[in-house]
């Protein structure tokens, strides 16, 4: 039973706006994302352009929702002098705290450098329970 849900997900936005507050966002602009709410349903769609859905992992482990894109550093094989050189290679990670969800009713899709992930919304809990004293 995890007591502190709350104080979790914030450390672990902090964590994320720190990150990218010291290294630069360009990392997490890789993977632009929108959250909205559809038919009783989470929905996460995430930007992934030029990735390969095999290079596309989605985990549920601990109320986060884990999306992992790996891109390869593509080997040389002619001799190039770069001007510029912009595009970045590695492995990007999103997370995204979902408390309390089915997790066997996540799906996702991959189409046209869209991941989409349908999360079945949470059950909406009593804030405030009142304990009968006897």
Known sequence: ?????????????????????????????????????????????????GFEKESISVDYKSEYLIITAKSKYEAETE????????????????????DGIDKEGIN??????????TVPKPEEKEAIKTIKID
């Open 1 to 49: 039973m995890d007591f502190f849900p709350q104080t979790r997900k914030n450390i672990g936005d902090l964590w994320d706006n720190i990150t990218d507050d010291v290294f630069g966002s360009s990392k997490s602009n890789i993977m632009r994302t929108d959250v909205y709410e559809k038919e009783g349903n989470l929905v996460i769609e995430t930007e992934l352009p």
């Open 79 to 98: 001799n190039r002098k770069y001007l510029k050189r912009e595009r970045t290679y590695g492995e990007y990670v999103r997370r995204f705290y979902v």
């Open 108 to 117: 996702a899709s991959f189409s046209e450098g869209i991941l989409k992930v």
